[in-house]
């Protein structure tokens, strides 16, 4: 038999289903986005750039993430479909080539105080299972180790029904979980000051109750006013013992008040369950300004803030309880786990050990699994969202990241782009909205966004390589290799805020000054101690402004009017100048729009379906009744005024007619800021990130504070802004305040006065004070990792 052998052959064609290698965006108009054409390929890692408020978020998440989590959730049932997020569908002509996107963004992890860096990653459960399988003594299932979970038993009879015949039986069932029983499984316990629920020199009916939301004549007040238990015209002060009890602790009781039934219930169990039985990050700043003067959060007794009952700690592997293995420092706790030798549990030990050692790839070994995730910022909580998928054995997956350099020393940003490389070479496409150009740098693909913000952005300003950007005329081309230098002065200390003994988490007895009359940058490691040290120190003394990265709340009826207090003297301008109430200038108020109750848009809900939401016709999306628009200040209407961007509205307030100096004064601390080309009528949820701290920092501009505290103020800006962000850093200095910066850009650490730098490591390896003094000195002295970043970056 012969073969015959062909040296003419030619390669095989290729497969259709090869050709779709692009994802492909036509027409989209989300946001500020300008009918934006792109093509992006897949199975690379593209980084999308541009100043803040360009558009990178609108097309990364709004737009590309948005629509392919749309279309997952539509492949399930109809009945499905009922129980879950409903998603409309972005504002474009055309998506092609999408494949499932897995987002990994900067949201805060964990409103509930229950939730704890274990839980979000399962890592606590895989411990339950190993402790109920191998602890000594046995206490019981996995859910006798959980602190969600607890004890309780019960007896009673029972109707059975057997061959026609109904029997009784006397059954009991008994639940062993790990819930501390005196704390409920939070770790602390909470005492409330009674002197600040209510005057007791006056009565119910003179507003005795000092709560937000018991304001007399309310819901809440009349509950109480109108029960018949109390007398709400005698002073607290003159209750008897049993009437003050009935005020604030009644047990929970159906009765009918004012013709309506309802539950009426003692004041002070009223309060936990409706405030402090959520997370007081989660609380509007009314409720939290209350909280902090009337709650005291104590370390529970009982459980020593570990939230298990005695029993769950009595149970020990080696001498190590469960409540140990969660307090141990990750990186610990990953050598404690591959010390354990049991055959039978392989698997479980391979995949905790696996999730603990990805913990301390990313950089978070430093943390604990007993660490409540509502504490992390928005960078660790981020990387913790990573654990999940850097393991996973999943490919042509597009991953969607949100800065995920935020919170990362320079040490660690190496360690990061590795883990983006390394998902993009398992054949998944990566997404990155960044302006760090370290990580610009590995990017295979760019797209950039521009070529201002706002309404001066949404359009695609560049595609191509970092080599083909450094070359191109755009913002981020130019300002791609820019390096701050050393200040040749710097300034003198006025004073000095003496630290000493600093405990708070890993701190060691840090005894530290900070000089006050000059830019302070604190650095270090992530973990280092740098927030430890600042928060426990310095936040809350007299005087002490802090601006941290706690993000903005707010429906889409909230906007940077409302946000910064800008719309009430505006609203009493009109008033003044019109004769009328200034309740008739807010489209929540009096002067909404009957139609659209003041949205300026009509939704429609098709159940399952997303729904529509259509403009207002009778007030055509101005959110205001047509008799509110014929009132006029300066020959402008309100809806003219709020449709302005702040540069326009602080001319307008400047002079004339229509000059309003406290409107004025608030817009002009926008302006300094650098969010002149917002309208200050535009909904907070179209802010992006950099937008919302930016306006967080204008907020408190005006306020007496000598010293001002700010949580990494770079999050968010764009290469070009960090300058005029030093700018404000400096006048501010100049007008007489103390800065004191918690940052890891090299930019902001080569402008300070006098750097504070933390470590040597993360963690137990750190909270130590590693140096103090000027940049020049730390480049020159480079026995810190801070000092041998900053050196290499201002390229001595």
Same mark, same amino acid.
């Given at each position: ?72 959730? *539509?492949?399930? $049932?109809?009945? /499905?479909? @009922?129980? %879950? ?8 002509? =055309?998506? +092609? ?71 009784? *039986?006397?059954? $009991?069932?008994? /639940?062993? @979980?790990? %819930? ?8 602390? =316990?909470? +005492? ?605």
């Amino acid at each position: 038999m012969r073969t015959a052998t062909r040296t003419d052959r030619t390669p095989p064609a290729r497969h259709v289903a090869d050709s779709h290698d692009l994802i492909r965006v036509h027409g989209a108009r989300v946001n500020n986005l300008r009918n934006v054409d792109v093509e992006i390929p897949k199975r690379r890692l593209t980084a999308f750039t541009g100043i803040s408020g360009s558009g990178k978020s609108s097309l990364v998440f709004g737009t590309i993430a948005a629509e392919s989590q749309r279309m997952i959730n *539509e492949t399930y $049932s109809a009945f /499905i479909q @009922g129980f %879950m997020p409903t998603l409309a569908r972005p504002d474009v002509d =055309v998506l +092609d080539g999408l494949t499932t996107a897995i987002i990994v963004d900067q949201e805060r992890m964990g409103a509930d105080p229950r939730s704890t860096v274990g839980t979000a990653t399962d890592a606590n459960a895989m411990l339950r299972i190993l402790f109920s399988r191998f602890a000594t003594p046995h206490i019981g299932s996995p859910q006798a180790f959980s602190f969600n979970v607890a004890s309780i038993s019960g007896a009673g009879a029972v109707t059975i029904e057997r061959a026609g015949q109904k029997m009784k *039986e006397r059954r $009991s069932f008994s /639940i062993t @979980g790990g %819930m501390c029983p005196r704390c409920e499984g939070r770790g602390s =316990v909470t +005492d409330i000051d009674l002197t600040q629920l209510y005057d007791e020199s006056k009565s119910l009916a003179d507003g005795a109750l000092t709560i937000p939301g018991y304001k007399a004549g309310g819901w809440n007040y009349r509950l109480y006013a109108a029960s018949g238990l109390v007398d709400p015209d005698k002073p607290i002060r003159n209750y008897t013992k049993k009437q003050l009890h009935g005020l604030l602790y009644h047990e929970p009781v159906r009765m009918k008040i004012e013709g309506i039934n309802m539950t009426y219930e003692g004041l002070v169990p009223r309060v936990q369950k409706s405030m402090l039985a959520k997370d007081k990050e989660a609380m509007q700043p009314h409720i939290r300004a209350f909280v902090d003067r009337a709650v005291t959060f104590a370390t529970c007794p009982d459980c020593h803030g570990t939230r298990l009952s005695e029993l769950a700690r009595s149970a020990t592997i080696n001498g190590t309880s469960i409540a140990d293995a969660c307090a141990m420092q990750i990186s610990d706790l990953a050598d404690w786990v591959r010390d354990l030798h049991e055959p039978t549990a392989a698997p479980l030990l391979a995949a905790l050990g696996e999730t603990l050692d990805s913990f301390v790839e990313i950089g978070l070994g430093y943390l604990s699994l007993d660490r409540p995730a509502g504490t992390l910022s928005g960078g660790e909580a981020q990387r913790t969202k990573m654990i999940r998928h850097l393991g996973s054995s999943l490919t042509d997956v597009t991953y969607v990241f949100d800065e995920p350099t935020i919170g990362l020393h320079p040490h660690d940003v190496q360690r990061m782009n590795t883990l983006l490389l390394r998902l993009r070479d398992k054949g998944n496409t990566v997404l990155v909205v960044e302006h760090k150009p370290e990580t610009i740098a590995i990017a295979d693909h760019v797209v950039d966004l521009g070529p201002g913000a706002g309404t001066d952005g949404g359009t695609i300003c560049f595609t191509g390589t970092v080599a083909e950007l450094k070359d191109s005329d755009t913002v981020t081309g130019r300002h791609l290799d820019d390096r701050a230098r050393l200040k040749p002065t710097v300034r003198t200390a006025t004073e000095a805020l003496e630290i000493r003994d600093a405990h708070t988490h890993n701190l060691r007895g840090v005894d530290v000054d900070i000089p006050l009359g000059v830019l302070v940058a604190v650095t270090g490691v992530a973990g280092s101690g740098k927030s430890s040290l600042i928060d426990g120190s310095v936040a809350g003394r007299d005087g002490v402004v802090t601006i941290d990265q706690s993000p903005i709340r707010g429906s889409r009826r909230s906007n940077p009017a409302t946000y910064t207090g800008l719309l009430e003297p505006i609203r009493k301008a009109f008033a003044t100048a019109n004769g009328v109430k200034p309740a008739l200038f807010s489209a929540n108020s009096e002067g909404a729009c009957p139609t659209c109750n003041g949205a300026g848009v009509v939704y429609t809900d098709l159940a399952m379906m997303a729904g529509v939401a259509t403009t207002c016709e009778e007030c055509e999306g101005k959110r205001f009744q047509a008799a509110v628009l014929d009132y006029h200040l300066g020959g402008r209407d309100i809806s003219e005024v709020l449709a302005m961007s702040v540069t326009e509205a602080e001319r307008f307030f400047a002079t004339g007619d229509s000059r309003v100096p406290a409107a004025h004064r608030i817009l002009g601390h926008l302006v300094d800021v650098g969010l002149g080309y917002l309208r200050i009528g535009q909904p907070l949820p179209t802010l992006s990130g950099g937008e919302r701290q930016r306006l967080k920092l204008a907020t408190h501009l005006g306020e007496k504070g000598g010293i001002l505290v700010l949580d990494e103020p770079t999050t968010g800006l764009h290469l070009a802004d960090v300058e005029q962000l030093l700018a404000l850093l400096d006048r501010l200095v100049d007008a007489g305040k103390s800065v004191i910066v918690i940052e890891h850009h090299q930019a902001v650490m080569a402008h300070a006065d006098w750097i504070v730098d933390l470590g040597p490591g993360a963690g137990h390896d750190g909270g130590r004070i590693v140096f103090e003094g000027t940049p020049t000195d730390l480049v020159a002295d480079r026995s810190t990792l801070t000092g041998q970043h900053l050196a290499g970056y201002i390229g001595t």
